[in-house]
């Protein structure tokens, strides 16, 4: 009897319970109905994510360093069906094609059969066809407002940008990249729908030495009869990409054009053997290592022969030249003779740490890993110091070559805005402040007296190193197609700016005798520099070279 009666007890006990907790959700559930009818509609909808919500997400404007819009959103419609609730499919059939010419009519026919609750038509029709379309009175066919992305620039600055897919993802270039740093998150989640302001990415770019990298290049191309070619504008002291421009060049308002290989972003995805401006970073390990100085005899009188190989160089001088005047006369035979001196784990440690055997570290997604040699016995040495048997991308030369002019700092280059203390913070020391003095010293003198003449323009004291390579072809390497190249800093004697100019396949112009980097890609450098130098440095300084040589050489005397 007992027992009964707690079993009574117990089962009461527990329906007591479970009636509270049932009061108390349907009170949480009433008292969240009051808040919500308590809140305006707008806040409303912030938590609530419809279909039509999820097509709207917006990508934030993707603006240049002066905040010149190079990718922003625009409104556009798309077409859709709910077949279930179309009716007479052939008809509706008839109707859309005789407005929409261009659409598959198989597939319209297949897409509204059937009793889906959703299929797309047509993405971003034009607004000339909505009405059109409107007018025809199809049931459960409609349209849904949609975010396109727009490139204002066009090709200018396609490579870099990137472009988004018909869902407006980012799938290259720095949309690709914005995704990946959390936008495709806050989409997912409906924090980044249309309505909603997302704060402007700004890029390092300056749009304005963009568009004059881009047209100088053009006229190359076209006076030189080239294949390709590749500008790159870097701040020596903080590694920002201000500029960086690959011919031929895609729009990003035609993604479908970026699939043409032609048009592959040869700056960092493409890798090439660059030639004598390697001379740069072998006479640099050479000063660094105290294997040479600058007043250091080498015998250049004779071909070099290693094995069954054969080094010579292009304007033999057949004598004794310093180490300034291996630099100057880009001895092929003088630079083998230091590399050779520096050791082959010498050499592969210094151009490691420039950088040259690794995927450059930055933003831009398309990015090529170097070619790099296994095996490295003398010859390989003997070669790689003059740029061949290595093959890396153009910025991976513009970051090291801004590495030996400013003061001996590496880092990985930025599409971001970057500051000169961010920059050291991030920096390692790649050369003695002494021996980048010294190249500073080397590159002036080729830009006044050696192969840079033509590159020179007053006011910016420009100073560099060309690189004429012989492309490589099956079986060894071609007499008749080059790549050709100039590597520049300016102010060369206190060093702002790095450009890299590339030729692809120049060929001569008429009334020139040949078609090296001295008469193509050093005269383009002086047109870069003398349109982009007034945007970039305000005061030009009309130094004779005797002065600007002394600062250089009692600069590395005193540090």
């Given at each position: 009897m007992r ?5 009574e007890q117990?089962?009461k006990?527990?329906?007591a319970?479970l ?6 959700l349907?009170g ?6 009051v808040?919500?009818?308590m809140?305006?509609a707008?806040?409303?909808n ?5 279909p ?10 993707i ?11 625009l ?12 009716g ?5 059939v008839e ?12 597939t319209?026919?297949?897409d509204?059969s059937g ?7 047509k993405?971003e029709?034009?607004s000339r ?6 007018d025809?009175g199809?049931p459960?066919v409609?349209f849904?407002?949609?975010?396109r992305?727009?490139?204002p620039?066009g090709?200018?600055?396609?490579h ?7 869902d407006n993802a980012?799938?290259a270039g720095m ?11 806050l989409?997912a989640?409906?924090?980044?729908r ?10 390092s ?7 004059a ?5 053009s006229?190359a191309?076209?006076?030189y009869?080239?294949?390709?070619a590749v500008?790159i ?5 903080t590694?920002e990409?201000v500029a960086m ?6 729009n990003?308002?035609n ?8 048009r592959?972003?040869r ?11 390697f001379k ?8 660094d290592?105290?294997v040479?100085?600058?007043?250091t005899?080498?015998?250049a009188r004779?071909?070099?022969k290693?094995?069954r190989?054969?080094i010579h160089?292009f304007?033999?001088t ?5 180490v300034k005047?291996v630099f100057?006369h880009?001895?092929n ?12 784990k010498r050499q ?21 890993r170097?070619?790099v ?9 003997a070669?790689?110091a003059?740029?061949?048997?290595i ?5 991976h ?12 700092i590496?880092a ?6 970057r500051?000169?203390?961010e920059?050291m913070?991030?920096g390692?020391?790649?050369i003695s ?15 006044t007296?050696g192969?840079?003449r033509?590159a020179?323009v ?7 190193k060309?690189?004429t390579a012989?492309k490589a072809?099956?079986?060894?390497y ?5 790549i050709n ?20 396949e120049?060929?001569p ?6 078609a090296?980097a001295?008469y193509n890609?050093?005269?383009?450098v ?9 945007m970039?440095?305000?005061?030009p300084?009309f130094?004779?070279d ?9 600069a590395y005397?005193?540090?």
């Open positions: 027992r009964a009666q707690g079993e117990g089962a006990g527990r329906i319970l009636i509270v907790v049932c009061v108390g349907f949480l559930i009433g008292g969240r109905l808040s919500l009818g809140t305006p707008e806040a409303r912030a938590y609530h994510v419809t039509q919500d999820e097509v709207q997400a917006s990508r934030p404007d603006v240049d360093r002066n905040g010149e819009v190079l990718a922003t959103d409104a556009t419609a798309s077409l859709y069906a709910e077949p279930r609730n179309v007479l499919v052939d008809e509706a109707k859309l094609s005789s407005v929409l010419p261009d659409i598959d009519v198989a319209l026919r297949r509204l009793d889906r609750g959703f299929v797309w038509l993405r029709i034009p066809l909505r009405e059109k379309v409107h025809l199809i459960g409609g849904l407002s949609e975010t992305r727009f490139y620039g090709p200018s600055v396609g870099i940008v990137g472009h988004t897919d018909i980012g799938i949309e690709k990249t914005i995704d990946g740093g959390g936008l495709g998150a989409q989640v409906g924090l980044a249309k309505g909603r302001s997302l704060a402007p990415v700004r890029l770019i300056d749009l304005r030495v963009q568009h990298v881009r047209d100088e290049l006229r191309l076209e006076r009869r080239a294949l390709a500008g504008v870097l701040d020596a002291r590694m990409v421009s690959s011919l031929p060049d895609y990003p308002n993604p479908a054009e970026a699939l043409d290989p032609n592959l972003n700056a960092t995805a493409g890798v090439y053997e660059l030639g004598s401006v740069t970073f072998t006479l640099a390990m050479g000063l290592s105290g040479v100085t600058l007043n005899p080498i015998d004779y071909p070099l290693i094995g190989f054969t160089d304007h033999a057949h004598r004794w030249l310093t005047e100057q880009s001895s035979i003088g630079s083998a003779k230091i590399a050779l001196a520096v050791g082959a592969k440690a210094y151009l490691k740490s420039f950088g040259m055997f690794d995927r450059i570290e930055t933003e831009l997604p398309e990015t090529a170097p070619l040699q296994k095996s490295w016995p003398d010859v390989t040495a070669t790689v003059f740029g061949h048997g093959s890396v991308t153009p910025m030369v513009a970051v090291a070559g801004a590495a030996m002019v400013n003061g001996g590496y990985p280059p930025t599409f971001y805005p500051s000169e203390a920059m913070t991030i390692r020391r790649v402040p002494q021996t980048s003095a010294m190249m500073r010293e080397l590159m002036l003198f080729n830009g007296d192969s840079g033509n020179r007053p006011g910016y004291n420009v100073g560099g060309t690189g012989e072809v099956k079986g060894g071609s007499e008749s197609k080059r190249s100039f590597l520049a800093a300016f102010p060369i004697d206190d060093p702002q700016y790095v450009v890299l100019i590339v030729i692809d120049p060929k112009e008429e009334g020139k005798p040949y090296t001295g890609a050093a005269p383009t002086a047109n870069v520099i003398s349109r982009v130098g007034p970039l440095i305000k005061t300084r130094e004779n005797d002065a600007v040589e002394r600062a250089i050489t009692v005397q005193d540090e």
